[in-house]
């Protein structure tokens, strides 16, 4: 009979007899384990932390697929021969079934720091190994950041970005994030300060969105019920899609996704009933340029279209007009300390004109340069 009272965790974890008693499957009620545990009192706390740990391991990791496992398998052999590790008294190991060395994955996390003091040096070289290759591709843990005061809320993440969590909205991220992406997930309201990366893109998931951006400042409203989600951008670029075209794209599964792109200025809104984007600019255009200030904004007999290649610069907004109908006019005025809107309802009112937004872009109808 086994001395279970000296039983570590980890091997409540490896012993097939305690797995089927935690996933309550038929037993032989005069297992000796069975009578260990049905009469135990001193040993309760490695019990409970093997069950617990083996509950948990067991809802995370249904799906894992048995080639998964078999290839790690046997990358986990060769890379030991390339490491020339010692593994002559663990041989055993080869032999597991499948479902053993699907535990052996999933309860790997409490196995490595078990081992450590359980295992001689050679299996711990064994047991790093283990490590680097099943849990170096799983998430990291979750933070999850609540706002539920009245005022705004700053968040610091892992790589150095910033997010600004408004009130009623909650954010969760990985204590590190992964190699290829960072990736986070919102419910309500937020402004990101993303560090740029070019080569591990930042990905907001909320509601039935996902946002990819390299490097930027914006902000996304998608309030918990509500019908619709908002992405304004501040400044830079992002990519905004439905979950089923990033998951085509993620997986690279088909190169011709359908999402939109918005810039500085713009914004999207997705109506959940429709299912469709729209892009607009957003209701207070800021100076992006940082070599341009409202002084700049004075005119006198400047060409019109300079005056808009002017405007365009400053705010990084596309304004589309006909040069021809613009060719021989000149503006003179002062539009310095005007929103850009102001600014677009003066010159129209000088030149006998009238403007459109249209897709996130401002389109000139110039009918007189006349006054």
């Known amino acids: 009979m086994n001395n279970y009272d000296n039983f570590k965790a980890i091997d409540f974890v490896n012993h097939p007899t305690f797995r089927a008693w935690v996933f309550d499957k038929e037993l032989d009620e005069h297992h000796d384990l069975l009578l260990w545990l049905s009469n135990n009192q001193g040993n309760n706390h490695e019990v409970e932390k093997a069950r617990l740990y083996l509950l948990n391991i067991h809802n995370v990791h249904l799906d894992v697929s048995e080639e998964y496992i078999e290839n790690k398998i046997q990358d986990f052999w060769q890379k ?4 020339k590790l010692n593994i002559e008294n663990i041989k055993s190991v080869k032999s597991l079934k499948m479902m053993d060395w699907l535990v052996v994955a999933a309860s790997i996390c409490l196995i490595v720091g078990l081992m450590w003091v359980l295992l001689p040096k050679h299996e711990q070289g064994v047991n790093s190994l283990i490590a680097e290759l099943f849990i170096n591709n799983q998430p990291s843990s979750q933070i999850e950041k609540t706002n539920r005061g009245s005022e705004s809320m700053k968040v610091l993440l892992p790589d150095g970005s910033s997010v600004i969590l408004e ?27 993303v560090v740029r990366n070019p080569d591990q893109p930042f990905i907001v998931h909320f509601n039935e969105l996902v946002v990819k951006v390299l490097g930027t400042s914006f902000t996304v409203r998608a309030p918990k019920g509500e019908n619709k989600m908002q992405v304004l951008v501040k400044t830079g670029k992002v990519s905004v899609f439905e979950n ?13 996704v359908h999402g939109v792109i918005i810039t500085a200025n713009q914004k999207v809104e997705y109506l959940k009933e429709t299912a469709k984007f729209e892009k607009k600019l957003v209701e207070s255009p800021a ?3 940082p070599v341009v200030s409202e002084n700049d904004f004075t005119f006198e007999e400047t060409p019109l279209i300079d005056v808009f290649e002017k405007l365009e610069n400053a705010y990084g907004i596309k304004i589309v007009v006909d040069e021809n109908q613009v060719a021989n006019c000149t503006l003179t005025a002062t539009l310095s300390d005007e929103p850009l809107i102001e600014k677009l309802n003066l010159i129209s009112k000088i030149i006998h004109g009238n403007y459109e937004m249209i897709d996130g872009q401002i389109v000139m109808n110039v009918k007189s340069c006349k006054k």
Do not use: H, M, Q
């Open 80 to 83: 030991a021969e390339e490491k």
């Open 167 to 193: 009130p009623n909205s909650s954010l969760s991220y990985p204590e590190k994030f992964d190699e290829e992406l960072r990736e986070v997930n919102l419910v309500g309201e937020a402004f990101f300060d």
């Open 244 to 256: 089923s075209e990033w998951k085509k794209l993620k997986d690279n599964t088909n190169p011709a």
């Open 287 to 289: 100076i992006i340029n």
